[in-house]
C-alpha cells in the first residue's frame, strides 16, 4: 500500500510537473495571493474601511507581479525602491485629482515614462509598472488630499507583506527554479515517450490523434529546454556546470526528437519528413510495417516502456539490479551485434533507443545521480566512457558577444513603443471622458496593455481583440457574482483571492481567460465599493474597446511597425542564426577549429521562439487571409526543421574530439558550401525583395562527397547520420525558397 501510494504521489508530482514548468504559474499565483491575504489581514485588525481594504489589495498585486528580477538581491532593491515611487505616484494623483487638465497631462507624462523605462531593464520595467498602475489605483478609489496619511500606511502594509510573501513565505531562488525545471524536463521527456509509444500501437484511425500527441509533446519537450536554457546562468554554481547540463538538456531533446521520426518512419511505407513532426494538420505518412504484433514489435514495445521507466525513475534512485538489467539492455543496441532480427526501419527504432539511453544516462549523471557501475556491461561501460569524456572537454571559455548595432532616437524600440502609447493614451482620455467623467481611465488602462509585450500593429490588434473578449465573458461573470454575494465583504474578498491566483495561473496560457478573471475580479470590487451597477459593468466593455481602438490606432498610424517588416526582420535573424550554427557545425565536422556550438544553437532556439511569437497575427484564427496563415504556418514549420538539423550537425560536431567513432572529413566543407550559399540568397531576398539572388539546386549532398582519387574511402569515418541531417537540411532549405519566392538555379559546374 505505501509503494502503490508513492507511486500515485509521484505520478501526480510528474503530472504538474509536466503541466506547469518550474511550477512558475503556481508560484506567482500563490506569491500574488499570499500578500493580498496578508494585507487585508493586517488592515483588517486594525479596523480599515472597504476603501483601504481595496487599495490595500491593489497594491499588494502591484508590488508582487511588478518585480521580475532573478536574483532575490535584485528583487530587494526593486521592491524598496518601488515604494517611494508609488508613494509619489499616489500623492501627484490625489493632488491633481482636482485639476482635469493638469492631472490628464501629467498622466500622459507617466506613461510615457514608464514605458521609456523598459529600456533601463526589470528594473526599470518594474519602478514604471509600479508607478502607472499605483496613479491608476489614486483614480480607482478616489483618493483625496486629506486620505493621503491612511493611504501611506495601506501602501506601507502591502510593500511588507510582498516582500515577506516573496523572502519568507513563498520563497523563490535560481537555484530552486533551475530544480523545479529540470523536474519538468524529466517528466515531459516520459511524457513523450508515452506519446511514442502510442503512436507505435496506433490503428489506421488513430494515428492523426497519436501524431498530433506526439507532436505537442516535442513541442512541450522544446519549451522546457529553452525555459533551462534561459536559467542556467543564475541557477548553477560556475559556468563549467551550466555547460555541462546545457549540453545534456540539448542531447536528451535530440535524441528524444530523433526517436519518434524514427519511430514514425518504420510504421510508415517509406522514410518519414521531418516536417511532419512540425507542422500540424501534415498528411499522416502512407501506412505500412506497423502496427504489428510480430516479436520484434513485441520487444520494441518492451523497450519503449523500459525507456520511459529510466526517465521517470528519480536521480536519487539510481541504483538497483533491476534498472541496471533495463540500462544495460537499451544501452546495448548501441552494438550493432544486440540489434534483434527485424526489417532496416524497426532496427533503427532500436539503435534511437540506445542513442536515448545513452542521453538519459548523460541527464542523470549531469543531475548528480548516484552511480552504480557494478553491473554495468562493456556497452554501459563504453557509454560512460564517452561521456566523462565529453564532460572533460566541456571548456567554460568566455562566450562570443555578437556585436549588433544598437538602434537610437525614435527606432529605439522602448523610445517608439513611449510615443505611440502616449499618443493612444491622450486618444483614450479623450474619447473616454466622453463616454464617462468618472471613469475614464479603464480606456487608458486597456490602452497601456495592449503595448505591454508586443512589438507590432498585429500583435496589439490581436492582444486588444483578446483582452475585449475576455473582459465581455467577465462582465456576464461580474453581474452573476454580484447578485450572488451581494455585500458580503469577506466572501467577495475571497472571490476576488481565487480570481487573482487564477488570473496569473492562467496568464501564459490564455490572455483571454487572464482577462476574463480580471473583469470578474473588478466585478467584485465596485460591489465592495458600493458602486456596482449593470451601466458600470456595460461602460467597462465600452472603455476597453475604446482602449483597444486607440491603441491600435496609435500603433498603425504613429511610427508604425508593419507586421510584414516584424516578422521579416525576425525571418532574417532566424536565417543569419541558421546560417552560422549550420557553417561552424560543417567547418568543425570538416576539420576546422572547436567552436561555441552550444551558444549558437541555443540563439538560434532564441530567434525562432521569438519569430514563432511575432508571426501570431498572422496565424491566429481570426486573420481573413486564410493563405497567408497557412504560409505562415508552413515557413515556420520549416524553420523548426531546419533547426533540428542543425542542432543535430551541432551536437554531432562537439562529440569529434571525444569519439573515435566519428572523425572529421574536409570534403563536408564542398556540401556545406551550397546549404550556406542558399541560407544567405533567401535571407537577403527577405531583407530586400529586388535583390538578385537564386538558390543552387543539383545532385544529392552524399553525391558532393564522391571521393576526387579513385579507390579512396567512399565516406571516410563520418557516420550516415551525419549526411542525413546534412541532406535533409539541403532540402528543407530549397524547400524555404518557395513559399518565398526565392527562384532557384541550376547546379553550379
Not at 394 to 417: K, N, Q, V
Not at 597 to 613: C, P
Request: proline share 4%; charged share 20%; with cysteine.
Amino acid at each position: 500500500m505505501k509503494a502503490a501510494g508513492r507511486s500515485v504521489r509521484a505520478r501526480l508530482r510528474d503530472g504538474v510537473a509536466a503541466s506547469d514548468p518550474g511550477l512558475l504559474r503556481l508560484a506567482a499565483g500563490l506569491r500574488t495571493v499570499g500578500a493580498i491575504a496578508l494585507t487585508l489581514a493586517v488592515l483588517g485588525l486594525f479596523g480599515a474601511g472597504i476603501t483601504a481594504l481595496v487599495a490595500g489589495a491593489m497594491a499588494a498585486m502591484v508590488a508582487t507581479f511588478a518585480i521580475r528580477e532573478k536574483q532575490r538581491g535584485q528583487q530587494a532593491v526593486t521592491l524598496a525602491l518601488g515604494l517611494p515611487v508609488a508613494l509619489a505616484s499616489v500623492t501627484l494623483g490625489a493632488l491633481l485629482s482636482s485639476r482635469v487638465v493638469g492631472g490628464d497631462l501629467f498622466f500622459v507624462a507617466l506613461i510615457f515614462c514608464a514605458v521609456y523605462g523598459r529600456r533601463f531593464g526589470d528594473r526599470g520595467t518594474a519602478l514604471g509598472l509600479i508607478g502607472f498602475q499605483t496613479y491608476f489605483l489614486s483614480l480607482f478609489v478616489g483618493a483625496t488630499v486629506s486620505g493621503l496619511p491612511q493611504l501611506y500606511g495601506v501602501l506601507g502594509v502591502a510593500f511588507a507583506s510582498s516582500a515577506l510573501v516573496r523572502f519568507l513565505l513563498v520563497p523563490e531562488t535560481p537555484a530552486g527554479i533551475l530544480e523545479r525545471l529540470r523536474e519538468a524536463f524529466r517528466a515531459r521527456l516520459a511524457q513523450l515517450v508515452s506519446a511514442q509509444l502510442a503512436l507505435l500501437d496506433a490503428g489506421a484511425d488513430e494515428v492523426e490523434k497519436a501524431l498530433d500527441d506526439l507532436r505537442g509533446g516535442t513541442a512541450r519537450l522544446h519549451e522546457t529546454a529553452m525555459m533551462i536554457q534561459g536559467r542556467l546562468e543564475e541557477g548553477t554554481s560556475d559556468e563549467a556546470t551550466a555547460r555541462l547540463l546545457q549540453r545534456r538538456i540539448a542531447d536528451a531533446e535530440i535524441a528524444a526528437e530523433r526517436l519518434g521520426l524514427l519511430l514514425l518512419t518504420a510504421r510508415s511505407a517509406e522514410r518519414a519528413d521531418t516536417l511532419t513532426l512540425h507542422l500540424p494538420g501534415a498528411p499522416v505518412p502512407p501506412g505500412g510495417r506497423l502496427p504489428v504484433r510480430d516479436e520484434a514489435t513485441v520487444t520494441l514495445r518492451r523497450d519503449l516502456e523500459a525507456l520511459r521507466m529510466l526517465v521517470m525513475r528519480p536521480v536519487s534512485e539510481d541504483s538497483g539490479t533491476a534498472l541496471s538489467h533495463v540500462r544495460n539492455r537499451l544501452l546495448g543496441y548501441r552494438d550493432e551485434d544486440n540489434l534483434p532480427p527485424a526489417p532496416l526501419a524497426v532496427q533503427d527504432v532500436f539503435r534511437g533507443i540506445g542513442e536515448a539511453a545513452r542521453a538519459v544516462l548523460g541527464l542523470r549523471i549531469a543531475l548528480g545521480g548516484a552511480q552504480d557501475e557494478s553491473d554495468d556491461t562493456p556497452a554501459t561501460t563504453r557509454s560512460r566512457e564517452e561521456l566523462d569524456a565529453e564532460d572533460a572537454a566541456i571548456d567554460a571559455g568566455e562566450d562570443e558577444d555578437r556585436a549588433e548595432e544598437e538602434a537610437t532616437g525614435l527606432r529605439r524600440p522602448t523610445t517608439r513603443a513611449a510615443v505611440q502609447v502616449a499618443v493612444g493614451s491622450s486618444l483614450a482620455i479623450v474619447g473616454g471622458e466622453f463616454l464617462s467623467s468618472q471613469r475614464w481611465y479603464w480606456a487608458v488602462l486597456t490602452c497601456w496593455i495592449v503595448f505591454i509585450n508586443t512589438a507590432s500593429t498585429g500583435e496589439i490588434l490581436v492582444k486588444g481583440y483578446r483582452r475585449l473578449l475576455g473582459t465581455v465573458l467577465g462582465v456576464v461573470a461580474g453581474i452573476v457574482l454580484a447578485g450572488l454575494v451581494g455585500h458580503q465583504t469577506w466572501t467577495a474578498f475571497a472571490l476576488v483571492l481565487v480570481f487573482v491566483f487564477a488570473m496569473f495561473y492562467t496568464a501564459p496560457l490564455s490572455y483571454t481567460l487572464m482577462s476574463f478573471f480580471v473583469t470578474a475580479a473588478l466585478g467584485l470590487l465596485y460591489t465592495l465599493l458600493h458602486t456596482y451597477s449593470f451601466s458600470v459593468l456595460v461602460l467597462r466593455v465600452e472603455e476597453t474597446a475604446l482602449g483597444a481602438v486607440c491603441g491600435v490606432v496609435a500603433a498603425a498610424f504613429v511610427l508604425p511597425v508593419r507586421t510584414d517588416r516584424r516578422t521579416n526582420d525576425l525571418l532574417v535573424t532566424v536565417l543569419d542564426r541558421l546560417a552560422d550554427v549550420t557553417e561552424t557545425a560543417v567547418d568543425q565536422l570538416s576539420g576546422g577549429p572547436p567552436a561555441d556550438l552550444l551558444d549558437q544553437a541555443r540563439d538560434l532556439d532564441q530567434a525562432l521562439a521569438d519569430l514563432r511569437a511575432g508571426t501570431q497575427p498572422l496565424t491566429h484564427p481570426i486573420t481573413p487571409l486564410r493563405a497567408r496563415r497557412d504560409t505562415a504556418r508552413y515557413v515556420v514549420a520549416l524553420l523548426e526543421t531546419c533547426a533540428y538539423h542543425a542542432r543535430s550537425l551541432a551536437a554531432t560536431a562537439e562529440l569529434l574530439p571525444t569519439h573515435p567513432s566519428i572523425a572529421a572529413d574536409p570534403r563536408l566543407r564542398r556540401a556545406g558550401r551550397r546549404i550556406a550559399h542558399n541560407i544567405g540568397a533567401i535571407s537577403a531576398h527577405v531583407a530586400d525583395g529586388r535583390a538578385a539572388v537564386e538558390i543552387e539546386t543539383g545532385s544529392s549532398i552524399a553525391s558532393l562527397l564522391e571521393p576526387d582519387v579513385p579507390g579512396t574511402p567512399r565516406y571516410g569515418r563520418i557516420t550516415d547520420r551525419v549526411l542525413r541531417h546534412l541532406q535533409r537540411l539541403d532540402e528543407t532549405v530549397a524547400g524555404l525558397a518557395r513559399p518565398l519566392g526565392v527562384p532557384a538555379a541550376g547546379p553550379r559546374r
